[in-house]
């Protein structure tokens, strides 16, 4: 166990080397196996029919990535509340992976927001492994802590540890825990961006840009269902569009992505040739060990191919983007905003509230609007909204 105050060692500033998020982006851990799976494209699926805009899509996906450029909204949450609950409560935040820039980076929030309360947060590093994460879990238990919230793992893997958090009296949240926000999976409530919004928007970048020509290789990690979602959901979308295609849908652990991108690029590379327009990886982690094998390949930094994320939105990211990197857009996740959701969750939890329906929006960013700090962190008075709710 270490505390928020150990993990500042490791600032947000600090992980701008460090590839993620990512879930996890979506913040999703490793699968096992030696070698990536890849799977024939399939007809679009009717789960996904919401996200694929009618009639024209290419015109529909540049307008799409437009308002997503240019988003102003989603991003306030609601003004009304309990008010501060449980003084000195002590809150445990179960992290798939600390070194995880998203998951990193909610941790840091949530202290931010969990001061004004008069909280604590606790921080519980998953270490990347389902082993390492039931650990951490039972360690949070056994602290008696007020709250558990996990980070960027699948809830579904942690069942038996949320029934016995929830047993002895201790509500149990997530951040991209699961492939659904709001309730469920014996949460009190999960936290995140919609992930087929997510996925919508980073697919259409890829429609939009390429003029309606995309050939696009798709990133997932099979072990988390919000991965896979979010991967089906890319893949729908560019099949529905009807001069683009799959050339390929790869499910390899994201925890390995560093070793084994490289690889699988070159080998894409050699098949596809310039077919291949654009890579779309529910997380931006696959894109530090892509940009190894487009370097030495000799491709030009700006694509094509050009790289594309559903996923958080972390430094490393951020600084690929803006030096035009071999990166050329993710959809982040205004996180800072979601850990203080987390905290406001919690503390209706506490006081045997409802959870909100609060679903914060994403944001596409580009060359044309990256931020210049480590973190997508929108401009929506957020801070004194919660802080008013609390009475703070």
């Given amino acids: 166990m270490t505390t928020l105050n150990v993990i500042r060692r490791v600032t947000i500033a600090s992980l701008a080397a460090v590839t993620i998020f990512g879930f996890a982006a979506c913040s999703s851990e490793s699968v096992s196996g030696d070698s990536p799976e890849t799977k024939d494209s ?34 306030t949450p609601p003004s009304d509340g309990p008010e501060a609950q449980k003084p000195g409560a002590t809150i445990a935040y179960v992290g798939s992976d600390l070194t995880n820039g998203g998951v990193n980076a909610v941790a840091t929030g949530m202290e931010e927001a969990a001061a004004v309360m008069g909280w604590t947060v606790n ?29 960027g793992s699948d809830p579904t893997e942690s069942a038996s540890s949320i029934e016995e958090a929830t047993a002895a009296g201790i509500p149990v949240l997530g951040w991209h825990a699961g492939e659904n926000t709001g309730p469920g999976n014996g949460l009190f409530t999960n936290v995140s961006t919609d992930p087929l919004q997510v996925s919508q928007i980073a697919a259409a970048y890829a429609v939009a840009d390429s003029d309606g020509k995309a050939g696009v290789a798709i990133f997932t990690d099979g072990q988390y269902a919000i991965a ?30 560093n070793s084994r991108m490289p690889g699988l690029i070159s080998n ?12 779309l990886a529910i997380n931006g982690n696959y894109f530090g060990g892509a940009q190894q094998a487009l370097r030495a390949a000799g ?17 490393a990211e951020f600084q690929r983007i803006r030096n035009v990197d071999y990166q050329a857009a993710t959809v982040a996740e205004p996180l800072l905003l979601e850990a203080w959701q987390l905290i406001d969750e919690t503390n209706r939890a506490f006081a045997e509230m409802d959870p909100s329906t609060f679903v914060p929006a994403p944001g596409l960013i580009t060359e044309e609007n990256v931020p210049s700090g480590d973190v997508f962190d929108p401009a929506s008075d957020y801070r004194d909204v919660y802080t008013e709710v609390w009475g703070k």
């Avoid at 996904?48 to 009639?55: K, N, T, V």
């Avoid at 921080?123 to 980070?151: E, H, L, M, N």
């Fill in 42 to 75: 399939a007809a679009p699926s009717d789960e996904y029919a919401s996200i694929i805009p009618e009639g024209d899509i290419v015109a529909a996906s540049k307008e799409l990535v437009a308002n997503s450029l240019s988003a102003a909204e989603g991003f």
């Fill in 228 to 257: 896979v979602k979010k991967a089906e959901a890319m893949q729908a979308y560019i099949q529905a569009c009807e001069t683009c295609e799959v050339l390929s849908y790869n499910d390899s652990p994201i925890a390995d992505a």
């Fill in 268 to 279: 894409m590379l050699q098949k596809d040739g310039d077919k291949l327009t654009h890579l």
């Fill in 299 to 315: 491709n030009d930094p700006a694509g094509p191919p050009k790289s594309v994320a559903a996923g958080d939105g972390d430094p």
């Fill in 123 to 151: 921080v519980y590093d998953g270490k990347a492994s389902a082993q390492g994460r039931t650990a951490a879990f039972s360690q949070a238990i056994a602290a008696k802590a007020d709250a558990i919230i996990i980070g």
